[in-house]
């Protein structure tokens, strides 16, 4: 592999590995000490995720009903904790796959498009910090209409630069290489199904499922696979 145009095999194996060793029980430690997916009814709106949920609310009343049926307030706290482990993990990665659309051998709008893949991911992760910052005073009892609408309007901005950070990455189907192609596929769903869920915010739901789904594919290309991301002309 030309590393003057790739990111290295050797690193882009290692970090994938370290990222999914350090991952994976990220991920199994929320779905056991955050609030579980609940049946459709229980939350606001559609909604059946309380993470997600309490990210949008449009009243107290709802961010009350929200932690009446999620387990209370010290359950929300520790999936947000955990929340921050999975912000780094996503950013992460979604600035690797930036970087390697950045460097690859492709027209310079793909190349564009990589290095603002790579700073919207980035900034998205620093938004959802913001964005659970505030989650936490809402917790705390800030539930007056302003709070819960600056809430809102963070929330909404950081999926709304992940849909088009994932869209950017599609320019992975510039390169010729099988498995570059896969993973921007992904994105695209991801990004397309992102920027409905801005309209109808319990399709984020779907949103979440794509991101977990790409962020595994792709850690796991890293892992094993990382040629398989190498051009074949």
């Known amino acids: 592999m030309d590393v003057s145009l790739w990111l290295d095999e050797h690193h882009l194996r290692q970090l994938g590995r370290c990222f999914l060793i350090v991952g994976i029980p990220v991920i199994v430690a929320m779905q056991i000490l955050g609030p579980s997916r609940l049946p459709k009814g229980k939350l606001p709106r559609g909604f059946r995720a309380p993470m997600l949920a309490i990210e949008l609310p449009k009243s107290s009343q709802e961010v009350e009903t929200i932690l009446q ?40 709008a793909g190349r564009i498009a990589g290095a603002a893949a790579a700073l919207l991911g980035i900034t998205a992760g620093l938004l959802d910090v913001v964005e659970n910052i505030r989650i936490w005073k809402v917790l705390d009892g800030a539930r007056d209409p302003a709070t ?44 397309v199904v992102g920027l409905i869920g801005l309209k109808d915010n319990p399709r984020l739901e779907w949103v979440t499922v794509l991101i977990a789904v790409t962020l595994l594919v792709t850690l796991i290309v890293f892992a094993f696979w990382p040629e398989s991301l190498r051009p074949t002309r």
């Open 148 to 191: 819960l609408h600056t809430l809102t309007q963070v929330s909404l901005w950081k999926w709304g630069l992940l849909a088009v950070a994932f869209l950017l990455l599609a320019g992975l189907f510039l390169v010729d290489a099988p498995m570059a192609r896969v993973l921007a596929g992904l994105c695209l769903v991801t990004g």
């Open 69 to 108: 049926v999620s387990g209370g307030a010290r359950r929300m706290k520790n999936g947000l904790l955990l929340d921050f482990g999975v912000i780094l993990l996503y950013a992460s990665v979604l600035a690797v796959l930036g970087a390697l659309l950045y460097q690859s051998p492709v027209p310079v």
